[in-house]
């Protein structure tokens, strides 16, 4: 069964910087992707950012420069480390994994119907 368990939201003043953690247990096949999206209040959710199983990362256009992805093998974690913040990056936060898609095409499309997704955290940006 694959479980993905989120850690780090919060509230942060406008400028300050978050890391998002995202461990992930049970992902057995070789090829998947592993994402994070975001959802804020009265939107539809959308990909930032995503990387493959090859290490293949992809950003959105809105968050490039500010988000980045860390992938570390060894604890299955994907930290996404959230820079210069805005009030607008203001939402929850989900981690997904999914066996099907790819890093791009998650990005480029945010499908909904990713296989696995997590809780979700709430990030809040103050001005």
């Known amino acids: 069964q694959v479980q993905l368990v989120e850690s780090g939201g919060g509230t942060v003043q406008a400028g300050g910087s978050l890391r998002l953690s995202c461990v992930v247990s049970?992902?057995?096949?070789?090829?998947?992707?592993v994402a994070w999206f975001r959802q804020a209040p009265w939107k539809e959710r959308e990909a930032v950012a995503a990387v493959d199983s090859d290490g293949s990362t992809y950003y959105a256009e809105v968050v490039k420069g500010r988000f980045t992805l860390f992938k570390d093998k060894a604890t299955n974690t994907l930290d996404l480390q959230i820079n210069s913040l805005k009030p607008e990056d203001t939402g929850v936060y989900y981690c997904?994994?999914?066996?099907?898609?790819?890093?791009?095409?998650?990005?480029?499309?945010?499908?909904?119907?990713?296989?696995?997704w997590g809780q979700g955290l709430q990030v809040t940006v103050s001005s």
């Open positions: 997904a994994a999914d066996e099907v898609y790819g890093a791009w095409y998650v990005v480029q499309r945010a499908p909904p119907d990713l296989h696995h």
């Open positions: 049970g992902l057995t096949y070789r090829s998947h992707c």
